[in-house]
């Protein structure tokens, strides 16, 4: 690294540390020659490549300006949108590629912000996907609905499985399933004609 100031083609590392929560190195070094210190700031080049082909920088700005018109009106803050884009941010680097198409970002962003709002995620999904009719809407609600009934189900499980002291939950058979279902069915029918 070249010394900003007596242009000597050496320098020494005095100092590393991480900054922008990782993204980033900044390091400390000094002039052997001049005896002077200077920072430099190294990180990893991320280009995103927009349908006309050009790339540009990845930009964590342009990533919540778009998510923010999906959460229009929304109760979503600024600090939601500055982490939900700081997550974008390192699954896109966290696979390791230099260059992502911009589709492909928007996409990305798809999983972070329907943790954060599902009314902001189909808004979002409704371009990124190319929704073209209602039944596009249809299906990614019912989608959202049955994965929020999995998630239910699943904190239901483990809070039954809690309060047994530690005990397991009971686990059944089909048959044994099958046939407390027909036995409900049949007390129900009982009680009707009663």
Do not use: W
């Not at 990782?22 to 400390?28: E, M, V, W």
């Not at 189909?122 to 809407?137: I, P």
């Amino acid at each position: 690294m070249y010394c900003p100031f007596c242009r000597n083609p050496d320098s020494r590392v005095v100092d590393s540390r991480m900054a922008d929560d990782g993204s980033a190195i900044r390091r400390r070094r000094q002039c052997p020659e001049c005896g002077r210190r200077f920072t430099t700031v190294e990180t990893t080049s991320l280009s995103v490549i927009k349908r006309s082909g050009v790339g540009e920088p990845f930009s964590r700005s342009k990533v919540i300006n778009g998510v923010r018109k999906a959460c229009q009106g929304r109760p979503v803050s600024e600090d939601d949108l500055a982490m939900l884009a700081q997550e974008v941010e390192e699954n896109i680097r966290a696979s390791g590629a230099a260059e992502i198409d911009a589709h492909e970002v928007g996409l990305i962003i798809l999983g972070p912000l329907q943790k954060l709002d599902k009314v902001a995620y189909l808004r979002f999904a409704s371009v990124y996907q190319a929704f073209e009719s209602l039944e596009d809407f249809e299906s990614a609600i019912a989608l959202l609905r049955h994965e929020s009934d999995v998630e239910a189900k699943a904190t239901t499980s483990k809070a039954e499985g809690k309060g047994s002291e530690g005990k397991s939950p009971e686990v059944r058979s089909p048959e044994a399933k099958n046939t407390e279902a027909k036995n409900t069915e049949a007390k129900n029918t009982a009680k009707s004609t009663l």
